[in-house]
């Protein structure tokens, strides 16, 4: 599987607009870029996915390169709850596919 | 989003007995998962099931581990005997189809095994 490469961590204060990056520079033309975050003691929980265009939902704005090598997803006025383990993670195109977990990016929001 | 509900929560056993984990997925998925999450550590994938069928294994899922959907009810993971290095969360996810479609998780089984 191609890898991604996320920052450990990353701070925010409660209102802000967060911008997460993600690196995937051996992406293939068939991977799909998504984003789940999980928080302690719970499932992941889907927050996007995108392919070649930019996508939005009323979770998070998803921004993808135009050479797809990276993206970075965008989180408006970020509250406590929105503090996770975030992970940015390729998935094939095909039949019953895989999601292959990294350590993720810890996003902490201060009050 | 869609729930998937899993049960029990929590379950603590002996080394050596069998237990099954009970994961109720979204009503019209036909994909099902199984991850493995030990305590600090990453999320790795187990198994993929679609139509009563295994589609793919990681090496995470030993002999004695086993999977299935009778009769359109729970998905079922099955560890008989179960090992102390089987403790860790696992989790059931689901999807509407396979390939790229969205996963949903559940909230995870916590398996002590002691």
Request: net charge negative; proline share 5%; hydrophobic share 35%.
């Amino acid at each position: 599987d191609a890898k991604t490469t996320q920052p450990d961590s990353m701070e925010s204060t409660e209102g802000e607009t967060v911008h997460l990056p993600c690196s995937h520079a051996t992406i293939s033309g068939n991977e799909y870029i998504y984003w789940y975050r999980q928080v302690p003691l719970q499932g992941p929980e889907y927050v996007t996915h995108g392919l070649q265009q930019n996508t939005t939902n009323s979770m998070a704005f998803l921004a993808i390169a135009s050479d797809r090598k990276s993206s970075t997803l965008i989180l408006p006025h970020v509250s406590l709850r929105d503090a996770a383990v975030y992970h940015c993670i390729l998935m094939q195109q095909g039949t019953g596919s895989k999601l292959s977990f990294g350590k993720g990016a810890k996003l902490t929001v201060s009050p | 989003g869609p729930k998937v509900l899993q049960i029990p929560s929590h379950q603590i056993i002996d080394m050596g007995q069998m237990v099954t984990l009970n994961c109720d997925p979204v009503s019209n998925h036909l994909y099902f998962y199984w991850y493995k999450q030990i305590l600090g550590q990453q999320m790795e994938f187990l198994v993929n099931f679609y139509n009563g069928k295994v589609m793919e294994k990681s090496k995470l899922f030993k002999d004695q581990f086993s999977v299935e959907r009778p009769d359109g009810s729970y998905f079922t993971l099955k560890i008989q005997p179960t090992a102390l290095e089987d403790s860790a969360v696992y989790f059931c996810a689901s999807s509407l189809t396979g390939g790229e479609d969205t996963q949903y998780f559940g909230p995870g089984t916590r398996l002590l095994v002691l």
